[in-house]
């Protein structure tokens, strides 16, 4: 037989019960907002300041304008200029922010051919496209060493410390290659005829537009 008291027992339990519960829930959400909080701000803290946008580098400027449209493309004359500089300036990284571009360069004298031109504010290696039409491989490397030179040697212009630079990696460039061992069977070759350097020899000789079918003379 349930008696009242028992009724009122019951209630209480109940209500003591859902309390309880409802104790438990608010703590639970206390929790979890808590370590969202958290987490948010861990996040946050995880995330690289914004950097600003790159800033675009100069098309143009006094007596220069880089090409829209050049017939090999800026990236493959960059990727040359690359090369000559990790052969020619060994383990020292590719300086950091110079690009290499295809351009048109005046000069005051209308009849004057600037080749090549370093731009340092703007961080640009210039070559003139229509300039080296007709020019030989070596020409047009020692062209890139020459403005390769200037990036080393930002505080003279063509002072001795420049012209000592140019004139090493020159010659390292163009050193003659590794004779090949003198089969004994064959008679040597002549001191007369010094192995001719070809491009054969130094397949980086070939400059950008070789693949274009573009002829170098000499
Ligand atoms: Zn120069």
Not at 24 to 37: F, K, M, P
Not at 47 to 60: E, I, L, M, Y
Not at 100 to 124: F, I
């Amino acid at each position: 037989m349930v008696t009242a008291q028992d009724l009122a027992w019951a209630r209480q339990g109940l209500a003591l019960k859902r309390q309880a519960d409802e104790e438990e829930i608010a703590r639970y959400i206390a929790w979890r907002e808590r370590t969202e909080r958290t987490l948010r701000a861990k996040r946050a803290a995880a995330r690289p300041a914004p950097q600003p946008a790159p800033r675009p580098a100069p098309t143009s400027g006094p007596n220069w304008r880089v090409l829209e449209h050049p017939r090999a493309s800026h990236d493959e004359l960059e990727a040359f200029a690359r090369r000559v500089w990790d052969l020619a300036f060994h383990a020292v990284p590719w300086p950091t922010g110079w690009a290499v571009r295809w351009a048109e360069l005046t000069h005051s004298d209308p009849l004057a051919l600037v080749y090549g031109e370093c731009v340092p504010s703007a961080k640009l290696i210039l070559i003139d496209e229509r300039a080296q039409r007709g020019r030989t491989p070596r020409e047009f490397l020692t062209l890139v060493l020459h403005e390769l030179c200037h990036v080393t040697h930002p505080a003279e212009v063509h002072g001795p410390g420049f012209q000592e630079t140019l004139k090493r990696v020159v010659a390292y460039m163009f050193e003659p290659p590794e004779p090949a061992r003198v089969d004994a069977s064959r008679p040597a070759p002549s001191a007369s005829s010094p192995p001719s350097l070809t491009v054969a020899d130094r397949p980086w000789l070939r400059g950008p537009f070789s693949h274009l079918g573009v002829e170098y003379r000499g």
